[in-house]
């Protein structure tokens, strides 16, 4: 059996054809752009993140002119892109001034969940709670197995700190 098609049928299908491949280049170009706001967010919390831990001093966080670097970045960015000072590349400024705020609050969050660990710590020391985890600083550290001592029913971790 043959195939056959008329030529008004080959320029419907091609139509059709095109009609599809354009949703599939909308979806694919979405999801692109989905991938790289993402990327911009954690790259710039990751990036800021290390540079605290690298150059932040003993408290971990790198501050010009007393305020922590990440949070001025963030605000700045994101206030300067909503105000159209990037033009049509707003999106970018606020999804970096994100990752710089995401930056920020994970580190005070920490922070603050650190605190509250060792006051609760302390409080309840006789209750078996817990030690409080070191706030975040500088330096290599790494924590090793520790022991357990089945008569005061506790396990011991050791923390290491490196040059």
Known sequence: MAFQMSLGEAKEALSRAKNAMSKVREKAEEAIGQGIEVTEVGGTAFGFGFANAKWGGDDGELKMFGIPVD?????????????????????????????????????????L???????????????????????????????????????????????????
Not at 96 to 111: D, E, K, N, P
Not at 143 to 156: F, I, K, L, R
Request: avoid cysteine; charge should be neutral.
């Open 71 to 111: 949070l001025g970045v963030g605000i700045a960015l994101t206030g300067v892109s909503m105000f159209g000072g990037f033009g049509r590349y707003g999106e970018h400024g606020v999804n970096v001034g994100a990752g710089a705020i995401a930056s920020y609050a994970y580190r005070t969050g920490y922070q």
């Open 113 to 163: 969940g650190s605190e509250s660990a060792s006051s609760s710590a302390s409080k309840g020391a006789s209750l078996g709670a817990p030690a409080a985890r070191p706030a975040m600083r500088g330096g290599n550290s790494h924590t090793t197995a520790g022991e357990w001592d089945p008569h005061a029913q506790t396990y011991t971790v050791y923390e290491h700190q490196g040059a």
